[in-house]
């Protein structure tokens, strides 16, 4: 799904309805906790051969900055990546993602998008006063904005990225290293499993738009590699 419309869907995700207390029929509204939220979904390499391979690589970085106030995106980085392991797509890759081999041939390796990803995350705060929760005592202020990176499940951040970085001996940016996992939280939050996150927006009666593992969305609206 396009990160751009998963980040749209989290208000709706997270609401639940409350019986008024005392018998009251307004409802309040509670305020976030994060101000901000960073919506990240990878698109990796892959195959269909029935063989577990260990050594995916991202071919697709796209990130979008929420505000949590008011639900708009105010900021969006995307990137396709070189994969040097596996040069070439497989068919089923293409298939699945929709990306084309000339698109990640004119990429960039993987160093060079996280040494532009930080840069982004440099400029959206000093432009939107934002720092990243390291413990539950950080509270964001009228000066200070707090914000989260959200993913669905941990192989993205958890996962892919970190193993790629250590192959490759690379340093994985210390704010990517703590994050939000929505499929846990929907979990806990509604008590049930999440049948994926097609199935998961369909149980809380969103309709899925876009195409599952695609950024088709960035392809149409931002020709260049980083975008804000």
């Known amino acids: 799904m396009a990160t751009k419309r998963l980040a749209r869907q989290l208000g709706f995700i997270r609401r639940k309805s409350i019986a008024p207390a ?38 697709e970085f796209p990130a979008v900055l929420l505000n949590t106030s008011n639900g708009e995106i105010e900021s969006e980085f995307h990137a396709y990546v070189q994969p040097q392991e596996h040069p070439i797509l497989s068919e089923f890759c293409m298939e699945l993602t929709g990306i084309k081999q000339d698109q990640v041939d004119e990429g960039v390796p993987l160093k060079i998008c996280l040494s532009q990803f930080c840069k982004w995350i440099h400029k959206i705060q000093q432009e939107k006063k934002i720092t990243f929760a390291t413990g539950i005592s950080d509270l964001s202020t009228s ?62 009666g969103i309709e899925f738009l876009g195409r599952e593992h695609s950024v088709q969305w960035k392809l149409n609206k931002h020709p260049n590699n980083t975008v804000d």
């Open 22 to 59: 005392s018998g009251s029929l307004g409802r309040s509204k509670s305020k976030q906790l994060f101000d901000y939220l960073i919506v990240i979904d990878f698109e990796s390499t892959c195959w269909n051969d029935g063989k577990r391979h260990q050594s995916q690589e991202i071919i």
């Open 143 to 204: 000066e200070v904005k707090l914000c989260a990176f959200v993913t669905w499940s941990d192989w993205d951040l958890g996962v892919c990225l970190e193993y790629e970085c250590k192959r490759k001996q690379l340093l994985k940016p210390v704010f990517l290293n703590s994050w939000i996992d929505l499929r846990v939280t929907y979990k806990i939050f509604y008590r049930r499993k999440p049948k994926g996150l097609s199935g998961a927006l369909q149980e809380v």
